[in-house]
């Protein structure tokens, strides 16, 4: 989280479980401009370019596309 800008790092809503924590950073994220192509270079920065970020970039774009506007 620390990678992300404090605009977008510190209106995620903390939560105790991994899996809705998960989806209030990438649906944060989505609320800015520059927001999604900034939370991947994070996950890279933090894992490397591996097949496991590119999984995890992917995921989050298609999450984008499909989310209401």
Do not use: C, K, N, W
């Amino acid at each position: 989280m620390s990678l992300l800008r404090p605009e977008i790092r510190l209106l995620i809503a903390e939560r105790s479980e991994p899996m809705p924590h998960v989806y209030q950073i990438v649906r944060t994220s989505t609320d800015y401009d520059g927001g999604v192509d900034e939370l991947v270079r994070a996950i890279e920065d933090l894992v490397g370019r591996s097949a496991a970020a590119r999984s995890v970039a992917d995921a989050v774009r298609r999450f984008t596309d499909e989310a209401p506007a």
